[in-house]
């Protein structure tokens, strides 16, 4: 076996015979003696002429064939239960990895299934209305359904990132994901891929239910005994474990985990803007003007060390759209998605600086929650100022100058966009890195600094402000036996596969301990 990089045209896709010659050049073996040649990886490169890089792996005679991933999901209708809460992609491929282990899961989803949600993100835009339970945040497959979804991830240590990719591609999503070096799905796609991970785990026998908001949790009143869950509709589910993967926006988890003494973390995280940009400007930055229709559309991504701060893009959407993603009726939050296409004319990231609880004077009051509190209070700023959903804005350069825009560029962000002073919004060591790292951007985008930017907030639900504290060993919370804190709520992952990753991981370290 011999890996080895080769570089093909943007516009070609390279068969496998093609592949299989390059192999047979790479090894200096005849072609007859190349068994296979499999994408590693590929990654776009626009520094000069546009050309993707692969990474190939060669098989040759007597070579281990490459692995294959089978997942044996086992019919648990009659098996032990665990109960999951949470249905994004923790909970889902804990629940997955349950089946692989013969255990039953019964998903406790606070939101709705995907169809039913669609109707409920509309409501948003359409009536100005928000469902606490039912929105870009809650519902089936997490945040992350209506989103880019992306996963691009570094977190390869936490486990086997192809066992998340490969399943996703059984169910729907694209075999690209597999091999590019930053994979996505799209919001187009997710809801299908989902839905087609939920009917395989109800045909194996795992339970969905939804409109189930966990709203009790009740340890075994003894060694050995079950925990109960009650929800908000009277129903009360008991096993002997219960992971606990509910989303970096269940505020109400952590506020009952206060109310019973148990024990939480104030988590650093990550607050700021969310910034647009046409999309063909994006594009002739990063191919130096050598774009040309059939090239996907360009992204970035930027990071800067200001006033002692990391300053960085987040989740940057080509060709998206801004989305209104609150699960509260009085605040402003703003986040981005796109098609699998990636086709739209806009470009948007998230724009951010770090924050840490040295940052938040005025919020000790509130323990472990004083980030949480202080993220909320920002997002409220940004809904008062006109009483809706309409987000605070202003042009880049304007906002770097202090100046109010008297006009803005057009916006996707649907519930529309007021002129204002993000300044006065903004938490003032935000507001001042900010300014200051627009025009460093520039430095390395030139043409990111300018007036048809638009600047919008707040971008604020990056990462959970709390982490729910678990044994690094058994991953089980620090004074709650049987209970498995997992995800981003908990404040353990941070995207679509860490999450995924994370939910795998709990589901061994549960099993490798005989509980059940």
């Known amino acids: 076996m011999k890996e080895f990089e080769q570089t093909f045209d943007i516009l070609h896709n390279p068969s496998q015979e093609e592949l299989v010659k390059a192999a047979s050049v790479a090894c200096g073996v005849p072609v007859s003696r190349v068994r296979q040649c499999v994408v590693v990886r590929r990654s776009l490169d626009a520094r000069s002429r546009p050309v993707y890089r692969y990474r190939l792996r060669a098989f040759l005679e007597g070579d281990e064939p490459p692995r294959e991933y089978v997942f044996d999901y086992k019919d ?112 187009d796609v997710l809801p299908r891929v989902m839905e087609s991970i939920r009917n395989c785990i ?76 046409p999309q063909h400007l994006i594009d002739e930055i990063q191919y130096h003007k050598r774009w040309q229709p059939g090239y996907p559309h360009a992204e ?67 323990g472990p929650l004083a980030l949480l509190e202080f993220q909320k209070s920002v997002e409220n700023r940004m809904f008062a100022n006109s009483g809706s959903f309409r987000a605070p804005a202003q042009r880049m350069t304007d906002f770097c100058r202090g100046k109010m825009s008297s006009s803005l560029p057009s916006c ?41 930017a638009l600047v919008l907030g707040v971008e604020s639900r990056t990462s959970s402000p709390v982490r729910i504290p678990r044994d690094e060993n058994t991953l089980c919370h620090i004074a709650l036996e049987g209970l498995y804190p997992c995800g981003e709520g908990a404040g353990y992952a941070g995207g679509i596969v860490s999450s995924a990753l994370d939910g795998i991981a709990v589901v061994n370290a549960i099993c490798s301990r005989n509980l059940l």
């Open 76 to 187: 648990v209708h009659d098996s032990p239960e665990v109960i999951v809460v949470g249905g994004g992609p923790a909970g889902t491929f804990a629940s997955l990895k349950l089946l692989e282990k013969g255990l039953k899961p019964v998903i406790l989803e606070r939101g709705k299934d995907v169809h039913s949600r669609k109707v409920d993100i509309s409501a948003i835009v359409r009536e100005g209305v928000v469902n606490a339970d039912s929105n870009y945040c809650f519902g089936e497959g997490g945040a992350g359904t209506f989103s880019d979804g992306k996963l691009y991830t570094r977190s390869s240590k936490r486990g086997d990132i192809q066992e998340v990719l490969r399943q996703l591609v059984a169910f729907g999503a694209q075999q690209t994901i597999l091999t590019d070096a930053h994979p996505h799905i799209g919001s």
């Open 412 to 452: 996707s962000y649907a519930p529309g966009v007021d002129s204002a002073a993000l300044t006065g919004l903004l938490p003032d060591f935000v507001a001042s890195r900010l300014r200051r790292v627009f025009p460093l951007f520039d430095r390395k985008m030139h043409g990111f600094y300018t007036q048809e």
């Open 202 to 277: 109800v045909a194996h026998g795992g339970e969905y239910h939804f409109g189930s908001k966990v709203v009790d949790l009740t340890p075994p009143a003894s060694k050995g005994g079950k925990w109960k869950v009650l929800c908000a509709d009277g129903c009360c589910y008991s096993a002997a474990n219960v992971i606990l993967a509910t989303g970096h926006s269940a505020r109400d988890i952590y506020e009952l985990f206060v109310s019973k003494g148990w024990a939480l973390q104030a988590k650093g995280f990550a607050l700021g803007v969310r910034v647009e940009h």
């Open 300 to 366: 970035y991504a930027l990071v800067e060390q200001v006033e002692g701060r990391g300053v960085f893009s987040f989740c940057m959407c080509p060709g998206g759209v801004l989305v209104p993603s609150t699960t509260e009726s009085d605040a402003v939050v703003l986040n981005g998605m796109s098609p699998s296409t990636r086709s739209g004319k806009k470009a948007n990231a998230g724009i951010v600086c770090s924050v840490e609880p040295q940052d938040v004077a005025g919020f000790e009051k509130y």
